[in-house]
Structure formats: structure tokens, C-alpha cells
């Protein structure tokens, strides 16, 4: 007999089952995805915030905006998943697929990847 992964209670049923319920697999799973950490817990919360700036300011997928309305908005420029250079020397700092670029008088590009 086998016991379960997170209650430890005998399994009845198939020989490869590893929860004795779908309430104990769906606990085990849960606990072995969260953030485990605050700083990981942190880190994704200020991401998320990020995406959700950039995807606001940027409904049609490319635009303008100010330095000003990120800050404004609780934009963190510390914070980006991926970091894109063209071929022309242009950089593009992306959260997923939502990226900005900086340009002339603290203004910034926005643009949205195609997947």
C-alpha cells in the first residue's frame, strides 16, 4: 500500500496513484507552485503591475507616453522579463510582451510584441 503525498492516508484504487483525492492533489500541487519566498511573492506583484501599466497605455499595440505618466502610474523601470536590441542600436526593454523604448525629451515608445 501506498500513502498519500499530502495527507499520508492509505491509497486505494490504481497502483500509480499518488493522492488519495482530487482535494489532496490540487493541495500538494498548490503548495508546490506558490512563490515561496516574499522577494519572489514581490518581484511577480511588481511585474504583474508593470504589464498592467504598459497593456493600459497601450491598447492599440503601439503609442507614445511620457516618463511622467509610467512613473504616475507606478510604473518600475527596475523591473523588465527580457531586454531587445534592433539592428540599428535601438533597445527595447520588454515586461513579456509589452516593451518600451526611450526617446528624445523623457519620452518612451510603446509597443506590443506579436506572438
Known amino acids: 500500500m501506498k500513502n498519500c503525498?499530502?495527507?499520508h492516508e492509505k491509497i486505494v484504487g490504481r497502483e500509480d496513484k499518488k493522492f488519495c483525492s482530487d482535494g489532496c492533489r490540487n493541495a500538494?500541487?498548490?503548495k508546490m507552485?506558490?512563490?515561496h519566498t516574499n522577494l519572489m511573492r514581490n518581484i511577480n506583484n511588481k511585474l504583474r503591475k508593470n504589464y498592467r501599466v504598459l497593456s493600459e497605455l497601450n491598447p492599440e499595440g503601439k503609442t507614445k507616453t511620457t516618463k511622467n505618466k509610467l512613473i504616475s502610474k507606478g510604473f518600475d523601470?527596475?523591473?523588465i522579463t527580457s531586454v531587445y536590441t534592433t539592428k540599428t542600436g535601438n533597445v527595447y526593454y520588454f515586461v513579456y510582451d509589452q516593451g518600451y523604448m526611450a526617446v528624445e525629451n523623457e519620452g518612451y515608445v510603446?509597443?506590443?510584441k506579436e506572438m
Open 5 to 7: 503525498l499530502e495527507c
Open 28 to 30: 500538494y500541487n498548490n
Open 33 to 35: 507552485n506558490k512563490d
Open 77 to 79: 523601470f527596475d523591473l
Open 110 to 112: 510603446l509597443v506590443k
